[in-house]
């Protein structure tokens, strides 16, 4: 059965900094692009950034470019999301995300991430 | 970037009955290559993370009852609930995956029992 757990969220203030990962079981993790998708307190979902099977490509909503870095361990099974210069907007709960064929197949359960002083 | 944009907002539908949400996409999210619709259509209900339903506009998810459905091409699309039952209450996304990222949402349309 696949799982994808996601840790790392918390309070930070703005400006501050937060990593979070995502550890992947039972699948063929080097073989799957993985996507963060996050989601703002009672707001619809909002596609964060990609990244493919090796870790060698990655893209980014255009609001994150330059404060957020998308990684991957494949030897490890793990994703990594080191988020810097947080700001208020960036508040919400923060799902990473299979991919298969282009659809986001399996999710995790989210951590919440709050920017806030 | 491709804008996604849903309507209605919110309908309420009674138990049975049929429920239709529509997504239109700013530009074409057709591939001719293959001739593939890049629409991916999502549930999601209350605390859950989301779960795909339809992708290539309409394809089936396996698993998801065959009252969820998916048409359109180019960019007009929609979803139908042919018979809406008590667990189809939640809130229904739209995403595009056309070419190379960024993906984009809908804005959601959310599902009630009338």
């Known amino acids: 059965e696949v799982q994808l757990v996601e840790s790392g969220g918390g309070l930070v203030q703005p400006g501050g900094s937060l990593r979070l990962s995502c550890a992947a079981s039972?699948?063929?993790?080097?073989?799957?692009?993985m996507n963060w998708v996050r989601q703002a307190p009672g707001k619809g979902l909002e596609w964060v950034a990609t990244?493919?099977?090796?870790?060698?490509?990655?893209y980014y909503v255009d609001s994150v470019k330059g404060r957020f870095t998308f990684s991957r361990d494949n030897t490890k099974n793990s994703l990594y999301l080191q988020m810097n210069s947080l700001r208020a907007e960036d508040t919400a709960v923060y799902y990473c995300?299979?991919?298969?064929?282009?659809?986001?197949?399996?999710w995790g359960q989210g951590t919440l991430v709050t920017v806030s002083s | 970037d491709i804008v996604m944009t849903q309507s209605p907002d919110s309908l309420a539908v009674s138990l049975g009955e049929r429920a239709t949400i529509n997504c239109k996409s700013s530009q074409s999210v057709l591939d001719s290559s293959n001739n593939k619709n890049y629409l991916i259509w999502y549930q999601q209900k209350a605390g859950q993370p989301p779960k795909v339903l339809i992708y290539?506009?309409?394809t089936r998810e396996s698993g998801v009852p065959d009252r969820f459905s998916g048409s359109g091409s180019g960019t007009d699309f929609t979803l139908t609930i042919s018979s809406l039952q008590a667990e189809d209450v939640a809130v229904y996304y739209c995403?595009?995956?056309?070419?190379?990222?960024?993906?984009?949402f809908g804005q959601g349309t959310k599902v009630e029992i009338k």
């Open positions: 039972g699948l063929t993790f080097r073989g799957y692009w």
């Open positions: 990244i493919s099977s090796d870790g060698s490509q990655t």
């Open positions: 290539w506009a309409s």
């Open positions: 995300a299979r991919e298969t064929s282009r659809r986001l197949d399996y």
């Open positions: 995403q595009q995956c056309y070419g190379i990222p960024p993906w984009t």
